[in-house]
């Protein structure tokens, strides 16, 4: 995997300077940094398209592997470009993995939640675990002896499931923990994650002793003897479900194991798997030539095959929606599960029939027409291509395909396109019987073998492992692996360079050019190099990850370095554009240029952004270079960059900025050791202290945060120091837990604003941004000037106070609900009052709030101040009021008896409201120690008329 993390990390200075630091690297050739601005015209030709379509390599760059990804680049360099690379490397061949004990016979296996395969052993009597990289961790005996599990599956509490056929027997494994025997060694080109966090790299050892999953199983008899349960399932109801082969359902409740039973139409013998409807019902398959649906009632209805006795083995939800079922004499079905009409002409491909309830066939080849209603439990049935093939288990693959298992007539795996397309792919081993199928999380498919005592593994990730350096790329290219059949939208095409020798994965040097759906990983110096020329793009690519992007395969240096370039892309604000740049070992990506624009990526996150995988230095670090966009305002354009600066480098954070015009906006920023942003590298730079200087974002000065009010807007005020004239956007963030520093980084993105600069040089805001928060969170902003010059995040400024901005009796914004924020213990010091206009009466200048039940009791100390709503002020006056209140709280449909506010707590003061209409009484003090003042209670207000004052007990 490279050297030891220990050889990436850097010794900062304080203060970057505008030269690269740290170990030394080779040299590169750099174009000039203004050379961006001037437009560059090029010849251009028509476009070359070249294919990869073998993952060999022979490190030969005079004669390398036809096919290869280094003949394909070989081959554009010699062309004009822009030219494409595309991908059809066909599947990996099989792998298959031994279990413990010989004549164990594997069966069913499904893919856990802690991203092992679980399967059981039928003769052996076990439940085992199974990690992506074929290594048994741990085998299970079930208590009782002979009990022949089949199937296997995850429960809504997280545990296995699984039946047992001759025990008559439920049974069920909660993972708990286990402590290794012996030492394990990791295979090479490998990394294992375990419970708990711990991760070992190729070739490492598991020490002895250490903790792994293990588990605790209970079983549960099923009430009626000899039933035989086969097939289990998670209801719709939350109730595992399972078939018996004496034509009965079961269904056990997972909290205390209670067995309820429900009979099947007569001659429902052998019923196999079932699994949980998208229509809300059970669907199972009765090997005598049915497919049931079956309520959480028991009711059931059953569905012919077009032949009798055509052993459906199985049923599981499709890609499509539909129901997919093997049957063993050599066809896949679906079923409809709801009634659908048909949005365009369909014809039946060859080999396969479709027919209705109703009694209508559609042949291979025929059209069935535009609008027609094809009733749930209409069923297409392929033919298997292989005779003989004996399908009895089914899964949907990364790929959106089914896979399935051909039993003892064939010994192989297939895959079924919605449209009816097969390919099929022999198991080396032949005569194994392949029975049950899952798809990993890793990607592949894998199976269990019944006579073959393994478990194999088919598909997934296409690994090109370079034996030397590739090529730089010195014409203008467009690498794509979204072509790759297989790809749904994650990378499945794997550049590792572990065999690279003193590499970076792909060095770009023509500009112009493009590379997308790639994962690169385990390189010696950066995963991409871009230099020199500018205008490339870099898009849905995972760098520094495993395929999954959940596990780190750094590169040994940045993620992405560009060197040099200008003008490039990283990311993008469409969906799926972005790259996760994680669990690299210096930053994740290095930006020594200018102009670029970086969106909508997962910096220091795994691929669903939500768990660390930091890189090891700075998420992004800009240096020397200026006018580069990081994230943006717009839908899409920001990036999430967490988790960074694992090594604790003084300096690091999330982004370091060493140039200038450098605009960071709009972007989830948190979770980062060190500063969210850091000009300099120097830690927290204060106002004032670089007054009149130059350097990085020309010391940009962060806004003073003074006050914030939550709700469902989030009211901000403070002021900014600045060029007198000149006018700043301002970007507010909410965080849920301060920066050790004081000063936020930036997790939720809640709007922005502007402040012009008066002649004095500091200027007060007042902001209102639509993002919602809550008193206790914690408010942070940036300022960046009209060049781009950006700050670091402000010092952390609590929410204290919840602001009522809708006149609606509850939800979100409300004053109901603000008060049971307070009471919860998430509201503030104050409730106070931003209502835009009241929805009933759009020409009244008062806001009421016509409330159609009672209040709840306020039982913490607030200030409820209704002279905070805009228009409103206190009584001036000595003689007279010229009090002005613009909050009505009308109880006129509040109930009976109900009472208008109830003050249960002491500490709490109510002033500036009206409050009218109300049953009960206008305002109850049940406490001591409470201030009530300026209200209008038991009369109608408007501007400062009183028609009464009374109401108070």
Not at 144 to 149: K, V, Y
Not at 244 to 268: C, D, K, M, Y
Not at 918 to 934: A, L
Request: net charge negative.
């Amino acid at each position: 995997m490279g050297k030891p993390l220990s050889s990436g990390l850097r010794t900062i200075a304080p203060k970057r300077s505008t030269s690269r630091q740290g170990r030394s690297r080779p040299s590169r050739g750099r174009g000039p940094l203004w050379a961006w601005s001037l437009e560059r015209m090029e010849d251009r030709t028509l476009l070359a398209s070249f294919l990869v379509t073998t993952a060999a390599d022979n490190g030969d760059n005079t004669n390398p592997v036809p096919g290869s990804l280094r003949q394909a680049i070989l081959s554009s360099n010699a062309v004009t470009g822009p030219n494409t690379i595309d991908f059809n490397i066909p599947a990996e061949s099989m792998a298959e993995f031994p279990v413990p004990i010989a004549g164990s016979v594997p069966v069913g296996i499904t893919s856990g939640p802690d991203g092992a395969l679980w399967f059981v052993e039928r003769s052996g009597n076990y439940v085992a675990r199974m990690t992506t990289l074929g290594t048994v961790t741990a085998e299970y005996p079930i208590p009782t002896s002979g009990s022949q599990p089949i199937l296997i599956t995850t429960g809504p509490d997280g545990d296995f499931w699984f039946t047992e056929n001759a025990g008559n027997k439920i049974g069920r494994l909660a993972p708990t923990t286990i402590v290794t025997s012996s030492a394990e060694t990791v295979p090479a080109d490998a990394t294992v994650t375990r419970f708990g966090g711990g991760v070992y790299t190729a070739g490492s050892t598991i020490p002895a002793g250490t903790t792994l999953p293990a588990g605790t199983i209970t079983e549960y008899a099923v009430p009626t003897p000899n039933s035989g349960p086969w097939g289990i399932a998670q209801g719709p109801d939350g109730a595992m479900w399972f078939t018996e082969n004496i034509h009965q359902l079961g269904r056990v409740a997972p909290a205390t194991g209670a067995i309820t039973e429900f009979a099947l139409p007569s001659g429902s013998l052998n019923v196999g798997g079932l699994t949980n409807g998208p229509d809300g019902n059970l669907w199972y398959a009765d090997l005598n030539g049915f497919i049931g649906r079956v309520t959480t009632a028991g009711v059931v209805t059953t569905f012919a095959t077009s032949v009798a006795d055509s052993q459906p083995y199985t049923v599981k939800v499709g890609p499509d929606g539909a129901l997919w079922f093997p049957e063993r004499t050599g066809k896949i079905g679906r079923i409809t599960a709801t009634d659908a009409t048909t949005a365009a002409d369909a014809v039946v491909p060859a080999d396969a029939v479709t027919y209705t309830p109703g009694g209508t066939v559609y042949t291979a080849g025929s059209t069935i027409p535009a609008g027609t209603l094809l009733p749930a439990g209409t069923i297409t049935e392929y033919t298997v291509p292989t005779s003989g093939s004996q399908p009895i288990d089914l899964t949907v693959g990364a790929d959106g395909a089914l896979w399935f298992t051909e039993f003892l007539g064939a010994s192989k795996i297939g895959r079924l396109t919605p449209d009816g397309t097969f390919t099929e792919f022999a198991v080396p081993n032949g005569g194994v019987a392949p029975a049950g199928i899952a798809a990993g999380s890793d990607g592949n498919i894998w199976f269990t073998e019944y006579l073959g005592d393994r478990v194999g593994r088919l598909g997934g990730p296409l690994t090109i492992l370079p034996t030397a350096p590739l090529p730089a790329i010195t014409q203008p290219v467009t690498i794509d692996g979204t072509t790759q059949p297989g790809y749904a939208g994650t990378p499945v095409v794997v550049l590792d360079g572990a065999a690279a020798g003193s590499a970076s994965g792909l060095t770009i040097v023509a500009g112009d050019s493009t590379v997308k759906g790639l994962v690169v990983n385990s390189f010696s110096v950066d995963g991409l190099d871009l230099e020199t020329n500018g205008g490339d793009t870099i898009q849905s690519n995972y760098i520094g990850t495993d395929p999954t992007g959940r596990i780190a395969q750094p590169n040994d240096g940045m993620g992405i370095a560009v060197l040099g370039d200008f003008g490039d892309t990283i990311g993008g604000t469409a969906a799926g554009a972005g790259n996760v740049v994680s669990g690299n070992l210096e930053c994740g990506l290095y930006l020594d240029s200018m102009g670029n624009v970086v969106q909508g990526n997962l910096i220091g996150t795994d691929a669903t952004g939500t768990a660390p995988l930091g890189n090891v230095a700075t998420g992004i670090e800009i240096l020397g270079s200026y006018s580069n966009q990081i994230g943006g305002t717009t839908a899409g354009a920001g990036n999430t960059i967490a988790y960074n600066n694992t090594a604790d480098i003084a300096g690091d954070g999330g982004v370091l900025v060493g140039g200038s015009g450098d605009a960071i906006e709009g972007n989830s920023i948190h979770d980062n050791t060190g500063l969210g942003i850091d000009l300099g590298g120097d830690g927290v730079t204060l106002n004032g202290s670089h007054a009149g200087q130059s350097g990085p974002n020309n010391w940009q000065e962060f806004p003073v945060i003074t006050s914030a009010i939550g709700g469902a807007a989030t009211q901000v005020a403070g002021s900014l120091t600045g060029t007198p004239g000149a006018t700043y956007t301002l970007d507010f963030y909410a965080n849920a837990v301060a920066d050790p520093s004081g000063y936020g980084q930036g997790a939720i993105y809640l709007g922005s604003g502007t402040v012009t600069i008066d002649s004095t040089g500091t200027t007060a805001f007042a902001v209102t941004v639509p993002g919602s928060t809550t008193p206790g969170e914690l408010i942070t902003a940036t300022a960046t000037d009209s060049a781009g010059d950006t700050s670091e995040f402000s010092l952390d400024v609590p929410i204290t106070t919840v602001a009522v901005t809708t006149t609606a009796d509850s939800g979100p914004g409300s004053l109901r609900q603000a008060i049971l924020d307070v009471n919860a213990g998430r509201g503030g010091d104050t409730i106070d009052f931003n209502i835009p206009f009241d929805p009933v009466n759009l020409f009244s200048i008062t806001r009421t709030i016509y409330l159609a039940s009672p209040l709840p009791p306020i039982t913490e100390p607030v200030t409820i101040d209704g002279y905070t709503q805009p228009a409103a002020q206190p009584n001036t006056l000595t003689i007279g009021n010229n009090a002005a209140l613009m909050i009505y709280l009308d109880g006129t449909s509040a109930g009976s008896s109900a009472d208008g506010l109830t003050l249960d707590a002491s500490g709490i003061t109510v002033s500036g409201l009206v409050i009218d209409n109300f049953s009960g009484n206008g305002i109850v003090i049940d406490s001591g120690g409470d201030t009530v003042e300026g209200n209008h209670v038991g009369g109608t207000m408007v501007g400062s008329t009183i028609s009464k004052a009374t109401g108070v007990w």
